[in-house]
């Protein structure tokens, strides 16, 4: 289907990250127009690569998802440059601290969900007012398995995609009327960047045996790919998706079946 997103614009946080970049070149690959979003100090020129690679059209906006001026900032790109947008892939997140929950610091418990949550809820706010204006679109929230069941050494990552799945659907009921659709996905264990760091706050002198565990422990015994992610997303995003919101998508390999 490599024209299912032709000139559809839409908007990624978090797009120098694995299951970021996936996504921007899911859509890219179909048609659609990215603008990426990360920290300034992020490295998007490997989306950009990887998205111009397939024949896309993007655009980057740096930008702090925990502060309200610049979430409104890179709405605006996307007005400025694109006129609109069509589908918001809300996936900006950190892992934050690992280690019991008794020893977890203060600061890095306001950090974590700071981004995780403040982050999300602020762009639904900005992004949800965007897509009331054009007549409507599709969200997209990244929750977390560790949202659905219990994760004891990283607290504040699993309450904060708790969060996650409750703005949801709160977003999904209130914006239900304008033409907008709204859910999250769930991600189980994925090869990027931020297992690898899990890994290694759970056993940093071997963050290979927790790689090995841990898929052995998923029924499908093995991690996810970035770009599963990004298949899951592209159909929610898309038209076969027109009725569904207010949804929570496990993508785990089986993890909350088990």
């Known amino acids: 289907m490599p024209d299912r997103f032709a000139d559809t614009v839409v ?3 978090g797009a120098a990250g694995g299951i970021g ?11 659609a127009n990215i603008l990426a979003v990360d920290l300034p100090d992020s490295d998007l020129d490997e989306t950009v690569a990887a998205v111009q690679r397939a024949g896309g059209r993007i655009a980057t906006h740096p930008a702090d ?4 001026s610049d ?23 950190i892992e934050g601290w690992v280690g019991p929950l008794v020893d977890y610091p203060e600061e890095e418990f306001d950090r974590v969900f700071a981004v995780n949550v403040k982050g999300v809820f602020l762009g639904l706010q900005a992004v949800g007012r965007a897509m009331q204006q054009s007549g409507g679109g599709a969200i997209i929230n990244t929750a977390s398995v560790a949202g659905l069941q219990a994760t004891a050494v990283a607290a504040a990552y699993g ?47 071997e963050p290979e045996a927790v790689h090995r565990n841990l898929a052995a422990s998923t029924p499908m015994g093995r991690y996810g790919e970035a770009e599963e992610i990004a298949a899951m997303v592209a159909f929610l995003a898309s038209d076969d998706a027109s009725y569904i919101t207010g949804g929570i998508y496990n993508v785990d390999g089986g993890t909350r079946a088990n």
Do not use: W
């Open 159 to 205: 309450a904060s995609k708790s969060a996650v799945v409750g703005l949801t659907k709160s977003a999904a009921i209130s914006f239900v009327d304008d033409g907008i659709r709204v859910n999250a996905i769930c991600p189980g264990p994925i090869e990027t960047r931020m297992m690898r760091a899990m890994e290694r706050g759970v056993n940093p002198d």
């Open 71 to 93: 979430v409104d900032g890179y709405v605006q790109a996307a007005l400025h440059q694109f006129g609109r947008i069509d589908v918001f892939f809300n996936n900006a997140g």
């Open 11 to 13: 908007v990624i946080t």
């Open 65 to 68: 998802v925990t502060v309200a």
């Open 21 to 31: 970049r996936a996504t921007a070149v899911r859509f890219a690959s179909e048609g």
